[in-house]
Structure formats: C-alpha cells, structure tokens
C-alpha cells in the first residue's frame, strides 16, 4: 500500500448542533479521516433492515476501518452483511474476520521482516 498514514480531522462542532450537522467521512484516495466532536462518543443509531433498534455505535474506529480497501459500509439497504447490525460497519461494535485482508495487507507492508496472518 503505498500511503499508510492516514491525517484524522475532527472539526468541532457548535452548540446545538446533531448528529447530522456534519456528516463524518474518510477521503480514501488521500488517506484522511474526517470526523467531528460528537464522534468522541458513541452514540445510538439503527440501520436500515431494523429502524427503531438502536445500538451504540463508535465513528472514530468505524471511519477508520474505511481507510482499508473493500471495508465499506454494511448498514444501508441492499448491502450482503445487512442483517449483521453488530458488526462494527453495520451499526455495532464487533470487529468481523471479513475485515481482515485489508488490515494484514497494510500491515505486512509497513512491518518489515514479520508477516502478520490470521488462522
Ligand atoms: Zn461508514
């Protein structure tokens, strides 16, 4: 992988403001994470196969997990991993094995003379 640092840009947000006023984001291409205060804590939310069933979600590991090629997000319509709202790029907590290539290709990138794998 050719950049492996990634700048993290939290903007503050002002009194009165939701979780909506500003949209977190990563900008994959130049390997930046873009959050906001409110991202600081977690914060319940529900995804589209399940409205009304809140579970607390973190933005500050889930947007980093996007950094990784292929992790996109889990919780929108459609998506193959829908049903799983625990996984932590649906709307929960849980880190899943399907996010793992991504993750040990960086690292046996980055990490000369050891090589990183998973059983
Ligand atoms: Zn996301």
């Known amino acids: 992988m050719e950049n492996a640092h990634r700048t993290v ?3 503050k947000l002002l009194a009165g403001s939701t979780l909506t006023t500003y949209i977190s ?13 409110a991202d600081l804590a977690s914060y319940r939310i529900c995804n589209a196969d399940s409205p009304g069933q809140y579970q607390d979600f973190r933005a500050v590991p889930h947007e980093y997990d996007h950094t990784f090629p292929g992790v996109d997000d889990e919780y929108v319509a459609g998506h193959v ?3 799983d709202a625990n996984s932590i790029m649906n709307v929960g907590d849980q880190i899943r094995t399907r996010y793992l290539s991504p993750i040990l290709t960086q690292l046996n990138t980055v990490i000369l003379d050891c090589t990183f794998r998973h059983p």
């Open 9 to 11: 840009n939290i903007r």
């Open 25 to 37: 984001n990563i900008d994959r291409r130049n390997m930046q994470v873009n959050l906001d205060s």
């Open 81 to 83: 991993n829908l049903g």
